[in-house]
């Protein structure tokens, strides 16, 4: 007497871990709060360092402008003295406004992420 039933059985777990990711593509996103804490938190800093760099930058572009008015065009040397001194002093601030731009977001944006720790932590 010949048996003729087979069970077959195939798992993959690499496969089901990429049908999972493919299908958590197409799934709506959800409102993560752990996730909206991070972003808060991190725009705080992201502010105030595009405005620490964008001082800084361009205080040290024009410190060039003051360099080449002594340097190159010898007629303009106390103007570029003068320039050179003041950007020097704008450059020297730009650490200090990252500070006040963080101090100042972070308290704006103080009340909601003590309501998402609450939350949280829960």
Known sequence: MENKENFSYTYSA?????????RAKYLPKEADKM????RMDNSVT???????ITVG???ALILGVGMCCCLVWTELFILGIIVGVL???TVSAA???????????REKIAPEI????DELMK
């Not at 690499?14 to 493919?22: F, G, L, R, S, V």
């Not at 996730?35 to 991070?38: A, M, T, W």
Request: charged share 30%; hydrophobic share 30%.
């Open 14 to 22: 690499m496969q089901q871990d990429e049908i999972k990711k493919i």
């Open 35 to 38: 996730e909206q804490l991070r």
């Open 46 to 52: 992201k502010k105030a360092t595009v405005t620490a």
């Open 57 to 59: 930058v361009t205080g």
């Open 87 to 89: 950007e020097i002093g």
């Open 95 to 105: 650490y200090p406004l990252y500070n006040y731009v963080t101090k100042k977001e």
């Open 114 to 117: 003590i309501r998402l720790t």
